[in-house]
Nanobody
Framework: QVQLVESGGGLVQAGGSLRLSCAASEIIFNIITMGWYRQAPGKQRELVAVITTGGSTAYADSVKGRFTISRDNAKNTVYLQMNSLKPEDTAVYYC?????????????WGQGTQVTVSS
């Protein structure tokens, strides 16, 4: 069973930066996208950023210009550089890999890492 392991969360003051990393426990083939989602208390999980195998990216409007997603295809690792953090960025951040398994798409999820931004 493939596992995604996140790291890099923590407590930071508003205006600060954090870098999240997510590594797969084994090589995942036929990846479609890798990305980051977040879930704040009492809210639904939302997409933060996603990147394709070819390097195309997409971001939630709330993080555009502040967050940058990148990936290392050889290592099946995805990163999220978060700058100019705001208290409203506080959430549990989840790594996601969306890949073909046979003829069906499948989602792999990390266990989540807490990001807390103090004002």
């Amino acid at each position: 069973q493939v596992q995604l392991v996140e790291s890099g969360g923590g407590l930071v003051q508003a205006g600060g930066s954090l870098r999240l990393s997510c590594a797969a426990s084994e090589i995942i083939f036929n990846i479609i996208t890798m990305g980051w989602y977040r879930q704040a208390p009492g809210k639904q999980r939302e997409l933060v950023a996603v990147i394709t195998t070819g390097g195309s990216t997409a971001y939630a409007d709330s993080v555009k210009g502040r967050f940058t997603i990148s990936r290392d295809n050889a290592k099946n690792t995805v990163y999220l550089q978060m700058n100019s953090l705001k208290p409203e960025d506080t959430a549990v951040y989840y790594c996601n890999t969306h890949a073909w398994v046979g003829v069906r798409p499948n989602d792999y999820w990390g266990q989540g890492t807490q990001v807390t931004v103090s004002s």
